[in-house]
């Protein structure tokens, strides 16, 4: 059975930083690429990063370009969002999701192509 729990969410003022993790098991970590997307209240899901497989080709939202760093670690078969200078607006609830179409798949064509999701975790920036 596949898992993917994000953790690290919270409260944060404008222009601090925050870092999600997303702990996988249940599958062979290595082989999916792994990507972030986010849901604000009363709007779509949104792509925000993504990771391919070996980490070799990495994919931003250009919101979010400069100021999240999308890393995993294939040995902790764990997946993290590091992200600084927060703003108001990334006000939402971040999920990871695993995909085993390929990291560019999921940049281009949105989360219809992950297979597994985690539950969210909520990150909210005061202004």
């Known amino acids: 059975q596949v898992q993917l729990v994000e953790s690290g969410g919270g409260l944060v003022q404008a222009g601090g930083s925050l870092r999600l993790s997303c702990a996988a098991s249940g599958l062979t970590f290595s082989r999916y690429a792994m990507d972030w997307f986010r849901q604000a209240p009363g709007k779509e899901r949104e792509f925000v990063a993504a990771i391919s497989g070996a980490g070799s080709r990495i994919y931003y939202a250009e919101s979010v370009k400069g100021r999240f760093t999308i890393s995993r670690d294939n040995v902790k078969n764990s997946l993290y969002l590091q992200m600084n200078s927060l703003k108001p607006e990334d006000t939402a609830v971040y999920y990871c999701?695993?995909?085993?179409?390929?990291?560019?798949?999921?940049?281009?064509?949105?989360?219809?192509?992950?297979?597994?999701w985690g539950q969210g975790t909520q990150v909210t920036v005061s202004s």
């Open positions: 999701a695993a995909s085993n179409q390929g990291a560019v798949a999921v940049f281009t064509a949105g989360p219809s192509k992950n297979d597994y």
